[in-house]
């Protein structure tokens, strides 16, 4: 019996709830939005179609009702529109996060809360340093989706599946995020060796590593363009997360957590590989970086912790 909230009811808020409810991850989903009216419709559309999932007691509630849950999904805000980065949503989306901090640790002080708003690392540490809530049960979505976004990509170049493609996107969720080159592999052969390395195999294309960088960096920005918001993908990642987070055993993902001296970085929260299971994101795997890596994660480090004290948190 696993309960989970779903804190907004907007594209991404709704679409985290249908998708969990399809893979059949909770029991009871509670889905809580200033405005009411649209948190019971959405919850009444997926409900409706209950009979031919895995069962599932789907409602929209206030903050009482979250009492009990194993994770609370934090997706409420303002989205991001056109030509708009993530950064420049930061002092509202902080302001909104600061105000329904209280309701949230009140009702569900033992739940793991994943956050995924905008701008997401700030958020995410915003929350560590208000909420009182154990760093460890404190997840942002970080870089968990630009990683599936570059495995994706990857997957194209050499017509292979998602599953044999390993390689990260660390840092910011945004603009400063990195691709550390030289760990990523294709079934424990090096990315750019991988056509080589086939026997027989056919010709591919050149994977230009800026090419690759600026599909994943601008993705994003590309979906919004064209339909004025994205949420299938970040469903897809944040569901996932709630799967390793209900899960037996421990799984390495790149999400936003609080950093203490990791690489030489101290307070900030940002997307390294972290381990995450039910006790939530309870360590980090340190990963053999390059200098000119370890530079870019500084980089991005710095770039976040300027927008911190630019705002009033």
Same mark, same amino acid.
């Given at each position: 019996?696993? @309960?989970? /909230?779903?804190?907004?009811?907007?594209?991404?808020?709704?679409?985290?709830?249908?998708?969990?409810?399809?893979?059949?991850?909770?029991?009871?989903? *509670?889905?809580?939005?200033?405005?009411?009216?649209?948190?019971?419709?959405?919850?009444?559309?997926?409900?409706?179609?209950?009979?031919?999932?895995?069962?599932?007691?789907?409602?929209?509630?206030?903050?009482?009702? !979250?009492?009990?849950?194993?994770?609370?999904?934090?997706?409420?805000?303002?989205?991001?529109?056109?030509?708009?980065?993530?950064?420049?949503?930061?002092?509202?989306?902080?302001?909104?996060?600061?105000?329904?901090?209280?309701?949230?640790?009140?009702?569900?002080? &033992? /739940?793991?809360?994943?956050?995924?708003?905008?701008? *997401? &690392?700030?958020?995410?540490?915003?929350?560590?340093?208000?909420?009182? #809530?154990?760093?460890?049960?404190? #997840?942002?979505?970080?870089?968990?989706?630009?990683?599936?976004? $570059?495995?994706?990509?990857?997957?194209?170049?050499?017509?292979?599946?998602?599953?044999?493609?390993?390689?990260?996107? $660390?840092?910011?969720?945004? &603009?400063?995020?990195?691709?550390?080159?030289?760990?990523?592999?294709?079934?424990?052969?090096?990315?750019?060796?991988?056509?080589?390395?086939?026997?027989?195999?056919?010709?591919?294309?050149?994977?230009?590593?800026?090419? *690759?960088? +600026?599909?994943?960096?601008?993705?994003?920005?590309?979906? !919004?363009?064209?339909?004025?918001?994205?949420?299938?993908? #970040?469903?897809?990642?944040?569901?996932?997360?709630?799967?390793?987070?209900?899960?037996?055993? &421990?799984?390495?993902?790149?999400?936003?957590?609080?950093?203490?001296?990791?690489?030489?970085?101290?307070?900030?929260?940002?997307?390294?590989?972290?381990?995450?299971?039910? @006790?939530?994101?309870?360590?980090?795997?340190?990963?053999?970086?390059? +200098?000119?890596?370890?530079? +870019?994660?500084? /980089?991005?480090?710095?770039?976040?912790?300027?927008?911190?004290?630019?705002?009033?948190?």
């Amino acid at each position: 019996m696993n @309960k989970i /909230a779903i804190i907004g009811t907007g594209y991404v808020g709704s679409t985290i709830a249908y998708t969990l409810t399809i893979n059949g991850l909770a029991s009871e989903i *509670v889905m809580l939005d200033i405005n009411d009216e649209k948190a019971i419709g959405e919850a009444l559309d997926i409900r409706q179609g209950t009979p031919f999932c895995n069962p599932c007691n789907i409602y929209a509630g206030d903050y009482s009702d !979250i009492k009990g849950s194993d994770i609370v999904i934090v997706t409420s805000g303002i989205a991001r529109k056109p030509g708009q980065t993530r950064l420049d949503l930061a002092q509202t989306n902080v302001n909104i996060l600061k105000s329904i901090i209280p309701d949230l640790v009140k009702n569900a002080p &033992d /739940a793991t809360y994943v956050l995924v708003s905008n701008p *997401v &690392d700030i958020l995410t540490y915003v929350f560590c340093k208000y909420s009182g #809530i154990p760093e460890s049960r404190i #997840i942002g979505s970080g870089t968990i989706l630009d990683t599936a976004r $570059l495995r994706a990509r990857i997957s194209e170049y050499y017509s292979v599946s998602q599953h044999n493609v390993h390689a990260y996107v $660390l840092g910011e969720h945004g &603009d400063s995020s990195f691709i550390p080159w030289s760990i990523a592999n294709i079934s424990n052969v090096p990315v750019e060796d991988y056509a080589k390395s086939i026997i027989n195999g056919a010709a591919y294309p050149e994977l230009k590593r800026e090419d *690759v960088e +600026d599909y994943v960096r601008k993705s994003g920005a590309r979906v !919004i363009e064209r339909k004025g918001a994205t949420f299938y993908a #970040i469903s897809t990642s944040v569901c996932h997360i709630c799967k390793c987070l209900l899960s037996g055993i &421990d799984t390495t993902l790149t999400v936003s957590t609080m950093t203490h001296g990791e690489y030489g970085i101290e307070d900030v929260c940002l997307s390294l590989l972290s381990v995450v299971g039910h @006790k939530g994101s309870h360590s980090k795997v340190y990963l053999p970086l390059n +200098d000119k890596e370890i530079a +870019d994660l500084h /980089a991005s480090a710095e770039s976040l912790k300027s927008v911190i004290k630019s705002l009033s948190i």
